[in-house]
T-cell receptor
Framework: RKEVEQDPGPFNVPEGATVAFNCTYS??????FFWYRQDCRKEPKLLMS???SGNEDGRFTAQLNRASQYISLLIRDSKLSDSATYLC???????????FGGGTRVLVKP | EAQVTQNPRYLITVTGKKLTVTCSQN?????MSWYRQDPGLGLRQIYY???????DKGDVPEGYKVSRKEKRNFPLILESPSPNQTSLYFC??????????FGPGTRLTVL
């Protein structure tokens, strides 16, 4: 089993709709989680950090379920500019280890 | 402007011809790392450095070398590139090793 698993998508989303997708992780020692956004062929950029059960930043909400070992990202009122690949990144303090998921591609359409 | 720069951005080379990809950051970060990104495999760490003269292997270090002689620079060296090193490479820097700031990427093709 991969350390981090994400549905590659694409998730085709009408503009203004809500989309949610999950990331499952295998290492229960992961302490923090990050969502990065990556536009096509460009560098990943930090979208959100999750240190406890979840986090909310504007239209973006992340929720962590440690018991089931997954973290979700929800995007409300989707904009065309939200089209990107979203990378899930668990972090283990032991070894200072970040593990990047393969990403979930989201396409927001008019 | 706080940034991580990489050069070159695009490179086509031939098998066995040594090359260096430079990486520089102006944020005074101690932690720097190199990743490669391949379709279906995501970002994989090649090498990382926690400070000047301190480097360590990541998940896929074979065929690569790095050095950290100055805090701001962290070059990636391919002594004898092979076609399986064709990839998109990202340099990243971080204050603590957690939140990563990525450079714009270097697209390398080895023929």
């Amino acid at each position: 089993r991969k350390e981090v698993e994400q549905d590659p998508g694409p998730f085709n989303v009408p503009e203004g709709a809500t989309v949610a997708f999950n990331c499952t992780y295998s290492n229960s020692a992961s302490q923090s989680f990050f969502w990065y956004r990556q536009d096509c062929r460009k560098e990943p950029k930090l979208l959100m950090s999750v240190y406890s059960s979840g986090n909310e930043d504007g239209r973006f909400t992340a929720q962590l379920n440690r018991a089931s070992q997954y973290i979700s990202l929800l995007i409300r009122d989707s904009k065309l500019s939200d089209s990107a690949t979203y990378l899930c990144v668990p972090f283990k303090a032991a070894g200072n280890k970040l593990t990047f998921g393969g990403g979930t591609r989201v396409l927001v359409k008019p | 402007e706080a940034q991580v720069t990489q050069n070159p951005r695009y490179l086509i080379t031939v098998t066995g011809k040594k090359l260096t990809v430079t990486c520089s950051q102006n944020m005074n970060h101690e932690y720097m790392s190199w990743y490669r990104q391949d379709p279906g495999l995501g970002l994989r760490q090649i090498y990382y450095s926690m400070n000047v003269e301190v480097t360590d292997k990541g998940d896929v270090p074979e065929g690569y070398k790095v050095s950290r002689k100055e805090k701001r620079n962290f070059p990636l060296i391919l002594e004898s590139p092979s076609p399986n090193q064709t990839s998109l490479y990202f340099c990243a820097s971080s204050f603590s090793g957690v939140t990563q700031y990525f450079g714009p990427g270097t697209r390398l093709t080895v023929l």
